[in-house]
């Protein structure tokens, strides 16, 4: 059984900092890409970041240059910092990962930036 679990939310202020992780763990062959994806309140879940399992990265551009994606392949593990986060950052981010070409999905962490 496959999982992947966030976990580095919380409440900050506009401009401040954020860690989010994301470790998949169980059954684990070869994971491809990773993903963070980002839900804010009653809007659609959306894209932030995406690292190959080559460590090639992309982004949104509402987040370039404030979010860093990056992964541990040793430990299957995805990061996403998070700096100079605005209000509109605030929701619940998603890790999801194709894992043995299967997409799983974490169970979302909950930011909130307030102003």
């Known amino acids: 059984q496959v999982q992947l679990v966030e976990s580095g939310g919380g409440l900050v202020q506009a401009g401040g900092s954020l860690r989010l992780s994301c470790t998949a763990s169980g059954s684990i062959r070869v994971i491809n890409h990773m993903v963070w994806y980002h839900q804010a309140p009653e809007k659609q879940r959306e894209l932030v970041a995406l690292i190959t399992n080559g460590g090639l990265t992309n982004y949104t551009n509402s987040v370039k240059g404030r979010f860093t994606i990056a992964r541990d392949n040793a430990k299957n593990t995805v990061s996403l910092q998070m700096n100079s986060l605005k209000p509109e950052d605030t929701g619940v981010y998603y890790c999801?990962?194709?894992?043995?070409?299967?997409?799983?999905w974490g169970q979302g962490t909950q930011v909130t930036v307030s102003s």
């Open positions: 999801t990962a194709m894992i043995d070409f299967r997409d799983y």
